[in-house]
């Protein structure tokens, strides 16, 4: 395809006549159409991966200082924070565990209402 672009812009130049192309067969123009298909594919997918890469650096630029880009991607700030976190939600999974052995919620249903208010088949 770029060949052909600059044949006809050396013709454009120089003022000789375009060259008649000889007949191919039809084997040799499929063969054609399915290397011009890959270079097309291969251009495609190569463009793709540069704008892919482009985004992916714009959205970093952009959100770089902002709170929850930091909390994610930052190591200094994420880390602490999932330590943090974790560490509450297992004082919490430990409080629930202590309840539950406790008894404290026997006294409810599946449905979160008190066992005396329940006719025990799911209503009231």
């Given at each position: 395809m770029n060949e052909k672009i600059k044949e006809d812009k050396e013709r454009?130049?120089?003022?000789?006549?375009?060259?008649?192309?000889?007949?191919?067969?039809?084997?040799?123009?499929?063969?054609?159409?399915?290397?011009?298909?890959?270079?097309?594919?291969?251009?495609?997918?190569?463009?793709k991966e540069d704008l892919q890469a482009k985004m992916a650096r714009a959205f970093v630029s952009e959100h770089k200082k902002e709170q929850w880009f930091r909390e994610r991607y930052v190591p200094e700030v994420r880390d602490p924070l999932r330590q943090q976190i974790s560490e509450f939600r297992r004082g919490g999974y430990t409080q629930w565990e202590q309840d539950l052995e406790s008894g404290t919620f026997d006294e409810f249903s599946l449905e979160g209402l008190p066992k005396n208010d329940s006719?025990?088949?799911g209503g009231l």
């Open positions: 454009q130049r120089t003022g000789r006549r375009r060259e008649p192309e000889r007949p191919r067969g039809s084997r040799e123009a499929q063969e054609e159409r399915d290397k011009e298909k890959a270079r097309i594919q291969a251009a495609y997918d190569t463009y006719n025990g088949q």
